[in-house]
């Protein structure tokens, strides 16, 4: 059975600083995807990681693939408050069962 | 516009009631996903369809059941609802290997 965990679930941090949220899942994968949430609003997504050693950046995040360790990390540099929202991944057994499995999320919360 | 679009946006319904939640998408992309997205939990799948007439459940379909007669819509039945479910309800679509889309949400309240 598919398990996709976060880590952290909660994220307080000062504007400025680095952090890294990772994201572990327990299956072989096809495809990770990074979404981005604002609070009463719906998904938006922020990257789509197809192999191995795969690397995408958008502005003050970067995603990771790792598909031996299967470990995703979306890297967030020098923090500003605008990127408080809550961070999913989810993984994609695409040609095997076809589910997309999401993790519980991180709620990032960037203080002034 | 073009899009997923999801009905009603905001329900309120009595316990025991059938509820249906309408989920239509104008891209015609074969994969649909329903979610729901409980606090502490994220995002749990209910039901996925790889294209019409085929449907399989998730992680937590008890008490819920899909139909997809037609490539662009994918309605969410709750037989006899129950406040367990509660929830806001994501419906998504993508085509193979690409990335997914979601709807708005639909807010329900089961009292």
């Known amino acids: 059975e598919l398990k996709v965990e976060q880590n952290p679930l909660f994220l307080s941090m000062q504007e400025g600083k680095n952090y890294t949220i990772y994201c572990n899942y327990s299956?072989?994968?096809?495809?990770l995807y990074w979404y981005r949430q604002d609070p009463g609003k719906s998904l938006e997504s922020l990257f789509v990681?197809?192999?191995?050693?795969a690397v995408k950046q958008e502005g003050r995040l970067m995603a990771s693939l790792d598909t031996k360790a299967r470990l995703s990390t979306l890297h967030i540099t020098a923090a500003v408050h605008d990127l408080s929202a809550t961070y999913f991944c989810a993984v994609d057994r695409l040609g095997r069962d076809d589910k997309i499995i999401f993790g519980k999320g991180t709620r990032l919360h960037i203080l002034p | 516009d073009a899009g997923i679009t999801q009905s009603p946006r905001y329900k309120i319904t009595e316990t025991g009631r059938q509820v249906t939640l309408m989920c239509h998408q104008t891209w015609s992309h074969s994969y649909m996903f329903w979610y729901r997205q409980d606090l502490g939990h994220g995002l749990r799948l209910i039901y996925y369809?790889?294209?019409?007439?085929?449907?399989d459940k998730g992680e937590v379909p008890d008490g819920y059941v899909v139909s997809r007669s037609k490539t662009e819509n994918f309605p969410l039945t709750l037989e006899s609802a129950t406040r367990s479910q509660t929830s806001v309800y994501f419906c998504?679509?993508?085509?193979?290997?690409?990335?997914?889309?979601f709807g708005e949400g639909s807010w329900l309240t089961v009292v």
């Open positions: 998504a679509s993508k085509l193979s290997g690409n990335t997914i889309y």
């Open positions: 299956t072989t994968s096809d495809r």
């Open positions: 990681l197809l192999s191995n050693g």
């Open positions: 369809s790889a294209a019409a007439d085929i449907t």
